[in-house]
């Protein structure tokens, strides 16, 4: 074969591997994101404990909006180690519930997907080898288990450090562009620490289920469609 005959069929094959991996990657944020979402079981206690691992105090959420003394028991909550208005607490706790609904809609499925693509695009090496074995895969070429566990770690590092991104972003933290919080953010610890304590356990749980699971153990239209 001559030079440009094989640069064309290299590049062709390359092509189709990059296809291949957008399949296989599609298939597996799915799987991961239906993981993480099932394990989020984020509530009020949740909250409470994420704030009190970062050392927010209920004299911190006090210091922004005086007048619990005055309040007495009946409009006030015990939480964070004393008592706090039961309005402020409510503000406090909002943003969060709300990010958890916004988990189960699918604008936070695409961002994450474009979040992940993005972090392929910076990650080459893993990525030449994800589009390798994707593109092996989808041919119906012989793919041993150490090279498909090996593809899942790569896949699901990328994966998880592309999530932790995310939360830590603009996606995530304009659920508290408000001026309460505004005011909040000023004494207590950066934001998406915060939020990356909250949601430390499920992504904990989708990366493993993920690693449980064999890379090539996809549906039956992955192999046929290439």
Known sequence: MDPLASKVATRYIQAQDEKALEALADYWVDAFLDEFIARADIGEREVELALRAKGVSADDLNAVSPGTKEAG???????????????????????????????????????????????????????????????????GEEVNIYERKTAMHQFVDILTKAVLIYFAGPHITH????????????????????????????????????????????????????
């Open 175 to 226: 659920f508290f562009a408000g001026g309460f919080w505004q005011v909040v953010a000023a004494i207590v610890t950066p934001l998406d620490e915060i939020i990356v304590i909250l949601v430390d356990k499920p992504v904990r749980a989708a990366a493993k289920k993920l690693l449980n699971a064999d890379l090539g153990m996809l549906p039956s239209g992955f192999y046929t469609h290439f």
């Open 73 to 139: 028991f009946k409009d006030t909550v015990k939480v964070l180690g004393g008592l706090v208005l039961r309005g402020i607490w409510h503000m406090t706790i909002h943003p969060f519930l709300a990010i958890v609904k916004f988990f189960r809609s699918p604008q936070f499925r695409s961002e994450v997907k474009v979040a992940f693509n993005r972090a392929l695009r910076h990650e080459v090496r893993a990525t030449k080898h994800l589009a390798d074995v994707a593109g092996r895969l989808a041919r």
